[in-house]
């Protein structure tokens, strides 16, 4: 059962443009969020995390959007660097369950083209 | 401060051997978690230990399959008599503090184990 979804493999923008990239969950224990970005032969790499609590969190180029209600979030990079081309994997704690282990998506690879 | 310190990075294997993947976590980290990432997938959470402690090991497959967290030296992963469906990267993370996501936690380079 997969409790969190990524359900675009691949992503392809433009260097400038903004990356989307989507993230469902079905577990409305999960309290906390979290973006890792991988490179090959690397391990993740943390981004941005977002509290349940909360509707959005900005660091920089990146965004983090939380619609509880859908059981959705995204990430949003803009302007997209080549540099950003990397596997980037969602991930979810569950607040039930006080161990803190992480509970990831399958990952969508995305590709910056200059 | 060095990272998270995962070895060997490549490990081969032969069915039925053992394999013995080892991290050291960052200084001044007690909690250590072991993923999982077979081809084509997500990690996969395997098992949480503190300090010569298990805490979860909710995801460890029942049998062949270890861990342990001592007093001194790396967390250290086992798995016995090694089968091909075993082949994967295995990541190591750690963090001072359970249950603090503002940072997230830190990854190893992962140990990438084949067995042929």
């Known amino acids: 059962d997969q409790q969190v979804k990524q359900n675009s493999p691949s992503l392809s923008v433009q260097e400038g443009r903004i990356s989307i990239l989507n993230c469902d969950y079905t577990?409305?224990?999960?309290?906390?969020f979290l973006w890792y970005k991988k490179y090959p032969a690397e391990g993740p790499t943390f981004l941005i995390s977002i509290s349940s609590i909360k509707d959005k969190n900005e660091d920089g180029r990146f965004t983090v959007f939380l619609n509880k209600s859908a059981k959705h979030l995204s990430l949003h990079i803009v302007p997209s660097q080549p540099g950003d081309s990397a596997v980037y994997f969602c991930?979810?704690?569950?607040?039930?369950?006080?161990?803190?282990?992480?509970?990831f998506g399958q990952g969508t690879t995305l590709q910056v083209k200059p | 401060n060095a990272g998270v310190m995962q070895n060997p990075r490549h490990l081969v294997r032969r069915r039925g051997q053992e394999a013995r993947l080892r991290c050291s976590p960052m200084?001044?980290?007690?909690?250590v978690y072991w993923y999982r990432q077979l081809p084509e997938e997500g990690l996969k959470f395997m098992v949480y230990?503190?300090?010569?402690?298990?805490?979860?090991e909710s995801g460890m497959p029942k049998e062949r399959f270890s861990a342990e967290f001592p007093k001194e030296g790396p967390s250290i992963l086992r798995i016995q008599q090694v089968v091909r469906g075993d082949s994967a990267a295995y990541f190591c993370a750690s963090s001072a503090r359970q249950g603090v996501f503002n940072y997230g936690y830190t990854f190893g380079s992962g140990t990438r184990l084949t067995v042929v």
């Open positions: 991930a979810a704690v569950d607040g039930s369950s006080n161990t803190g282990k992480l509970i």
């Open positions: 200084k001044g980290h007690s909690h």
């Open positions: 230990l503190q300090k010569e402690n298990i805490i979860d």
């Open positions: 577990n409305s224990m999960f309290d906390y």
